[in-house]
Every structure is written in C-alpha cells, then in structure tokens.
C-alpha cells in the first residue's frame, strides 16, 4: 500500500516553460488536493477535486491546471512556469466521509524551482 | 486575511519537557481542528484531531484541547522527545466541506 505517490520529485523549469506533475493514490479515496508550500505561507490549496469528473478553484488556482484523470489520479499542469511558481508542491488525498471530518494524507512532494 | 495563525514560527524545549503549541483561528464555523507534523523532505503526516463538541482528546503523549469561546487551540506534547522535532501545522476544517485551511507552522527543536 504506496498512499499517495508523486512524480516527479524534483524538477527545474526555465521561464515560459510547461510541465505536468502527477499524482496517484491506491486508498480509494474519493477526494484529492494539490497544495504548494512556500516559506512562511504554510499550506496554500491550488485547486482540489471532491469526486471523480469535479474540480474546483483553492486559494492560489492562478497560472494552474488541473484533470482528474480518474479516482486515483490526480495532475497539476503549469501551462508558462513563472519564477513565482518556485515552491514544493504536495498531492493529498481524503476519504470524505459524508457529515464527519475529513484528515488528509500526503504525498511527499515535489521540488520545483523556476529560472 | 489569513483565517488561521500559529503566532510562533519556532519554539525549542528540552527534552523530557512538555511542548505547547498554539494555533488561532477567526471564522466560529470552523468545527474540526487537526495537527499535522512535517519532517523536512517529506510531506505532512496527520497528528491529532479534534470536533467542536469536545474539549480535549489524548492520543498518547499528544493531546489537542479546544477553546471554542477564545477560538483557540493548542497542542501538548509530553514528555517530549529528540523525534518530536518538525514543523507542526493546523489545519481547520467544516464537517462534510472537503476543504482544509492551514496555518503557518511552528518549527519545533527538542534539545537533548
């Protein structure tokens, strides 16, 4: 039982430049997040997708994309990376039990820097 | 308008001493509170959690008590130990709202 898998682990894009990160689970969870964490800034939610065919906007959801691919998988797109993208970004995934909350299980991240 | 502070970026304790983190919150419709613990080079693994209804809930040496009046919560670690050093997050949630806010983070050092 992996959890919750990303990859790449680490990444350097130049300005302009596009990429995918991916991001798979195997608890069968019905919702997943994409976070990025930036000095001082805590967890900020990029966009999240509570059941499979549904996305929608976070807090920070500018210069992103998402697809939910299927129940398991989950993938950020940057279209034109931007220096301000340089952060580490962590995949989570939850079991949204309906009426009760909900904790969330983490990937182990990905280090992107943008030149 | 951050909606949860943890108001102290670092603390260090000694060994063996307890470790208080503290953690507010602005918005009264928040009803679940959780503790995430961060290890560098890792992603973020779930502590403790806690519902409006309770006060208070142990899980071992870690125990989260709740202050819905004063919209404070606060984590206790005891007898804290060299592998209780991370960045502790909170996080606030509403019962069946998929979404989470998290806080800043606190650095916690256990000195030996």
């Known amino acids: 039982n992996a959890g919750v898998t990303q990859t790449p682990k680490f990444q350097v894009l130049k300005t302009g430049q596009s990429m995918t990160l991916q991001c798979a689970q195997d608890?069968?969870?019905?919702?997943m997040y994409w976070y990025r964490q930036d000095p001082g800034m805590g967890l900020r939610l990029i966009y999240y997708?509570?059941?499979?065919?549904?996305?929608d906007k976070g807090e920070v959801p500018n210069g992103y994309n998402v697809s939910r691919l299927n129940k398991r998988e989950f993938s950020l797109r940057l279209e034109s990376a931007a220096p301000s993208q340089t952060s580490v970004y962590f995949c989570a995934s939850s079991p949204r039990v309906g009426g009760g909350g909900t904790e969330q299980y983490f990937g182990p991240g990905t280090r992107l820097t943008v030149t | 308008d951050q909606q949860v502070k943890q108001n102290s970026p670092s603390l260090s304790v000694q060994e063996g001493r307890i470790s208080i983190l503290n953690c507010d919150y602005t918005?009264?419709?928040?009803?679940?509170f959780l503790w995430y613990k961060k290890y560098p080079a890792e992603g973020p693994t779930f502590l403790i959690s806690?519902?409006?209804?309770?006060d208070k809930n142990e899980d071992g040496r870690f125990t989260v008590f709740l202050n819905k009046s004063a919209k404070h919560l606060s984590l206790h670690i005891v007898p804290s130990q060299p592998g209780d050093s991370a960045v502790y997050f909170c996080?606030?949630?509403?019962?069946?709202?998929?979404?989470?806010?998290f806080g800043t983070g606190t650095r916690l050092t256990i000195i030996p």
């Open positions: 996080a606030v949630g509403g019962f069946g709202n998929e979404k989470l806010t």
């Open positions: 997708s509570a059941s499979e065919g549904t996305t």
């Open positions: 608890m069968n969870h019905n919702s």
């Open positions: 806690i519902s409006s209804i309770k």
């Open positions: 918005n009264s419709m928040f009803d679940y």
